[in-house]
């Protein structure tokens, strides 16, 4: 049987801003901290983390860094024509781009394995099955 090849692409609403990843994801989270919801507009964000190497972004991007609770900078890339935001780059995985999943507009992406700050999530939400909790970070 033929190996099937990864290759998705993550795009912004406009289109204009796009990261193109070559391999599988090596790390896929959701994190529910403050941060995340505000930075998401939503309840969680939903990230899938991709080697470097695997990565290709095309299109002008602006840049945002912020100071995360462990002390580490993190920061998010957006359009700047439309304002979302693609992918993100973290101190703490140097090695790693972190593509926002719902920029690959792909139902059937697989689901994280980790829900960091779970003690965040909103109280009308489930406990999601199968993925684990970590209360915070």
Not at 67 to 89: E, I, K, L, M, N
Request: hydrophobic residues 35%.
């Amino acid at each position: 049987m033929a190996e099937t090849k990864f290759r998705k692409t993550a795009s912004c609403l406009c289109g204009a801003l796009t990261v193109t990843a070559s391999a599988q994801p090596k790390r896929v989270h959701a994190c529910a901290c403050l941060d995340c919801q505000r930075m998401s507009g939503g309840t969680m964000s939903y990230t899938a983390f991709f080697p470097n190497s695997a990565v290709t972004i095309s299109g002008a991007v602006t840049a945002w860094r912020r100071t995360a609770d462990s002390g580490r900078w993190a920061q998010s890339h957006f359009c700047p024509a439309c304002g979302s935001r693609v992918y993100t780059t973290m101190e703490a995985f140097p090695n790693f781009t972190g593509v926002a999943v719902g920029c690959f507009a792909d139902p059937s992406f697989e689901k994280p394995a980790t829900l960091f700050w779970s003690s965040r999530r909103h109280d009308w939400l489930p406990k999601l099955e199968n993925v684990e909790s970590v209360e915070r970070q």
